[in-house]
């Protein structure tokens, strides 16, 4: 009687597994967008709290144990430029989020994303 079943073919095991190989890589990576946001909004907040600082040096943390002291101007220029590099790698994971989408949806056979409208670009650049 198990010989009347159809067994799936070698080429839907692979799907298969494709499918959800991608959807684990994107599950992972919204997780380390949520771990990146927090890293982003805790730059912000140390940004606020040293520019609103009257002090001519400041302690940072660098680490777990790590305290340097620097000047104001420098900490706020080192702070900048981690938030900056934090919201770059936001911006590439986004991406690399969307086109781990794109891929799981046509194993599937739905419509991809282009499809759908979102890798619209717009007319001017002013934004």
């Known amino acids: 009687m198990e010989r009347d079943k159809p067994a799936l073919e070698e080429t839907d ?3 298969l597994v494709r499918m959800q190989f991608l959807a684990h890589r994107v599950a992972d990576q919204k997780r380390a967008l949520v771990e990146l946001d927090e890293r982003r909004q805790k730059m912000r907040e140390a940004e ?6 009257k002090e001519k040096k400041t302690y940072v943390c660098m680490g777990d144990s790590l305290f340097i002291q620097c000047p ?9 430029d981690d938030r900056k590099t934090i919201e770059k790698t936001i911006e590439d994971t986004r991406q690399y ?3 781990q989408v ?9 419509a991809d994303l282009s499809t759908r409208g979102f890798n619209l ?3 001017n650049e002013e934004a």
């Open 13 to 15: 095991h692979a799907k």
């Open 48 to 53: 606020r709290i040293t520019s609103r600082s």
């Open 72 to 80: 104001t101007p420098v900490m706020m220029a080192i702070l900048k």
């Open 97 to 99: 989020i969307k086109e």
């Open 102 to 110: 794109d891929d799981l949806l046509k194993l599937e056979g739905r």
């Open 121 to 123: 670009k717009p007319i």
